[in-house]
């Protein structure tokens, strides 16, 4: 098994295991709101900053992997069409 299929493997079990624990807890009227609460903290504070840092993310990341991909994806094809075929 490569390294991906075990890094998607691995992803795959954490949200399985975070959807089970989650429905358990929903079940015992422990939610994400209240645990937050207990932390002093405000619900809503918490989503307006975990959707500030997915926007940072999202605004310094695309326009890197387009500029990274008008360098790879032309040298990729090159060597695909034109480089050593692989013998399986």
């Known amino acids: 098994m490569t390294w991906i299929v075990r890094a998607l493997n691995t992803f795959w079990l954490i949200v399985l295991a975070s959807l089970i624990t989650g429905g358990v807890m929903t079940w015992l009227d422990i939610t994400a709101d209240k645990i937050v609460r207990e932390f002093g903290l405000d619900m809503d ?3 307006d ?40």
């Open 45 to 47: 504070v918490v989503l």
């Open 49 to 88: 900053s975990v959707e500030v840092a997915i926007n940072w993310i999202v605004i310094w990341s695309v326009p890197n992997i387009i500029v990274g991909a008008i360098i790879i994806v032309p040298v990729w094809l090159v060597l695909a069409l034109f480089g050593p075929k692989r013998h399986h």
